[in-house]
């Protein structure tokens, strides 16, 4: 079954920047879509980013975009989430996940959860 892991969460000031990593193990990653995902205390689970099997498609949600960038590394078998000019609203639980499609960034369509990294943005 596809395991998967986040790091390189942290605390950081606004408009520092981090980078997440999610790897997997026991299955490639070239069969899945991968998607980030955030939840603030107090809120809902958010889809902050994806990105397709196959690389070529990304999504991402309007509060991340042209801050963020999602990659994928698959000798690695590794998708980033690189995270610029980050604010004290981007502070989250940070998840990756596993799913069969990219357009909707929703809990319910991916089916692999990592356990989380957690960025906190704090002056």
């Known amino acids: 079954q596809l395991q998967l892991v986040e790091s390189g969460g942290g605390l950081v000031q606004p408009g520092d920047s981090l980078r997440l990593s999610c790897t997997a193990s026991?299955?490639?990653?070239?069969?899945?879509?991968i998607g980030w995902f955030r939840q603030a205390p107090g809120k809902e689970r958010e889809g902050v980013s994806c990105?397709?099997?196959?690389?070529?498609?990304?999504n991402y949600t309007s509060s991340v975009k042209d801050r963020f960038t999602i990659s994928k590394n698959n000798a690695k078998n590794t998708v980033y989430l690189q995270m610029n000019n980050l604010q004290p609203e981007d502070t989250a639980l940070y998840y990756c996940?596993?799913?069969?499609?990219?357009?909707?960034?929703?809990?319910?369509?991916?089916?692999?959860w990592g356990q989380g990294t957690q960025v906190t943005v704090s002056s």
């Open positions: 996940a596993a799913g069969w499609q990219c357009v909707v960034m929703t809990t319910d369509v991916f089916n692999f």
């Open positions: 026991r299955v490639s990653l070239d069969y899945y879509s």
């Open positions: 990105i397709s099997a196959n690389g070529r498609n990304v």
